[in-house]
């Protein structure tokens, strides 16, 4: 099979269920977003997260590919995806792993700013970019159904990697960087 279909050479691009979009359409935009904090978390994973990160992380890109494909259906149309979606209890499970993450860790006193470990600092960035995904699947609610479940799901998400970040440099023997506000 060919990486190269030509189909998009116009600036469009398939959706499941299949309608054809502009590529700078708020969906396609959206599940781009979210395709790039999957990309975020593979790059934190290769950085060398803590024991018992891997394996989260790992499950939570397995549900990204699940969100984006969401967005990326024509909506009505997720039953010809064929897979199960992502639903309330995906976002207590995130619940739960953000508990069990904060267990232990230092009181917040401020502001931290991203950093600490190469594992921390790219967890930062994961959370920053979830956030980012987050506003633009809320944008493209605005002109299609979106599922509140997928805008629950990258809230904790982005949660979850601030306390993962933090974990990570506490476990690594780092302490996280405070913000000083200006005098």
Not at 30 to 43: F, H, M, P, S, W
Not at 65 to 74: I, K, N, P, S
Not at 122 to 132: E, F, K, P, Q
Request: charged share 25%.
């Amino acid at each position: 099979m060919k990486i190269y279909t030509r189909t998009g050479d116009d600036g469009t691009t398939g959706l499941f269920g299949g309608a054809r979009v502009r590529k700078d359409d708020a969906r396609v935009e959206a599940y781009g977003t979210v395709d790039e904090l999957n990309a975020c978390l593979g790059v934190a994973r290769a950085a060398g997260v803590p024991e018992g990160m891997d394996g989260l992380l790992g499950q939570i890109q397995q549900d990204l590919f699940v969100l984006g494909a969401e967005l990326a259906c024509v909506p009505g149309k997720e039953e010809s995806m064929k897979m199960a979606l992502l639903g309330a209890e995906d976002g207590a499970r995130l619940e739960r792993a953000i508990d069990e993450a904060e267990e232990g860790l230092p009181a917040l006193r401020n502001f931290v700013l991203p950093g600490g470990t190469a594992a921390a600092a790219a967890l930062h960035v994961g959370r920053t970019v979830a956030r980012r995904a987050e506003r633009r699947v809320l944008e493209a609610s605005a002109q299609a159904p979106v599922r509140a479940e997928l805008l629950v799901y990258l809230n904790r998400l982005s949660d979850l990697l601030f306390v993962l970040a933090r974990r990570a440099n506490h476990q690594a023997g780092v302490e996280d960087i405070p913000w000083r506000p200006r005098a």
